[in-house]
T-cell receptor, first 114, second 118 residues
């Protein structure tokens, strides 16, 4: 079974609108971390936001927020006020214990339309 | 700029050859991770080193090996290369081994080495 599932291969959003990128995960651990990374066309992986399994509040980092629904095992990324520079691939990842391996989803390609 | 450096940026070689990819972690980071990103396999974890010791192995082929040196830089050696080894190879680093409960410690990725095997 896939550890991380991203069901949206591609998404389009109008500039200045909000967009939600879906991520579901599979783990039997109680302690785990969820991460979102952005990969622009240049190729580098940029860390965006983190949510811990014990965190009671949804994580926020500037225009990024994470809609964490533990019972449903989902960790959707919400980008508010989209900008042209947000066009990129977005990857959801999970780290579970033991060990420190990161599991990545297949990514969602986001295109922001002017 | 994440602070993680990788060399070379691009590498073109032939099947059957051997190459070495180099990674320098962020200053102060003790952990180095290697990942392979290909079109058909996505982003796959290969191996994790912490302070010179191997900590975890993922989907790393026997033809591949890695090590972390006393100065904490790491090298990924790929031998008997095949066409299917063509991919973007990332190195990432973190401060610790990241195993603490609730750790929000992330991994910072280098720019990657793009390997093309012809």
């Amino acid at each position: 079974a896939q550890k991380i599932t991203q069901t949206q291969p591609g998404m389009f959003v109008q500039e200045k609108e909000a967009v939600t990128l879906d991520c579901t995960y599979d783990t039997s651990d109680q302690s785990y971390g969820l991460f979102w990374y952005k990969q622009p066309s240049s190729g580098e992986m940029i860390f965006l936001i983190y949510q811990g399994s014990y965190d009671e509040q949804n994580a926020t980092e500037g225009r990024y927020s994470l809609n964490f629904q533990k019972a449903r095992k989902s960790a959707n990324l919400v980008i508010s006020a989209s900008q042209l520079g947000d066009s990129a691939m977005y990857f959801c990842a999970m780290r579970e214990r033991p060990g420190n391996q990161f599991y990545f989803g297949t990514g969602t390609s986001l295109t922001v339309i002017p | 700029d994440s602070g993680v450096t990788q060399t070379p940026k691009h590498l073109i070689t032939a099947t059957g050859q051997r190459v070495t990819l180099r990674c320098s972690p962020r200053s102060g980071d003790l952990s180095v991770y290697w990942y392979q990103q290909s079109l058909d396999q996505g982003l796959q974890f290969l191996i994790h080193y912490y302070n010179g010791e191997e900590r975890a192995k993922g989907n790393i082929l026997e033809r591949f090996s890695a090590q972390q040196f006393p100065d904490l830089h790491s090298e990924l050696n790929l031998s008997s290369l095949e066409l299917g080894d063509s991919a973007l190879y990332f190195c990432a680093s973190s401060v610790t081994s990241g195993g603490a409960v609730g750790s929000r410690e992330t991994q910072y990725f280098g720019p990657g080495t793009r390997l093309l095997v012809l």
